[in-house]
């Protein structure tokens, strides 16, 4: 089992950056690979990033650029660093792991068996 806490979410401006941080416990952080996901008002949860335990990191397009997905895992914590804020990134982003050690960064939400609670991005324009 995989606990997963998010944070860092808030409100900014259009062309601002934030750090998404979240930290895992309970299993090896070392081999569990992470995704990140969003979901705004009204859509479905959305791929953002992911980052397998070997190092392989895959991103949406709409991010590709602005959008980097890193771990610590001295930490346990993966981050996101988003860059050049727009106000359609606005969403509830969350932080999803694999179950066991599957290596593959996948862009289905159901293939993702570890869930944080959400943290909130606003962007104002």
């Known amino acids: 089992q995989v606990q997963l806490v998010e944070s860092g979410g808030g409100l900014v401006q259009a062309g601002g950056s934030l750090r998404l941080s979240c930290a895992a416990s309970g299993r090896t952080f070392s081999s569990t690979s992470m995704g990140w996901f969003r979901q705004a008002p009204g859509k479905e949860r959305e791929f953002v990033a992911g980052?397998?335990?070997?190092?392989?990191?895959d991103y949406a397009d709409s991010v590709k650029g602005r959008f980097i997905i890193s771990r610590d895992n001295a930490k346990t914590t993966v981050y996101l660093q988003m860059n050049s804020l727009k106000p359609e990134d606005t969403a509830v982003y969350y932080c999803?792991?694999?179950?066991?050690?599957?290596?593959?960064?996948?862009?289905?939400?159901?293939?993702?068996?570890?869930w944080g609670q959400g943290t909130q991005v606003t962007v104002s324009s």
């Open positions: 980052l397998s335990w070997t190092g392989t990191r």
């Open positions: 999803a792991g694999r179950k066991g050690t599957i290596v593959a960064v996948t862009t289905q939400p159901t293939d993702y068996a570890y």
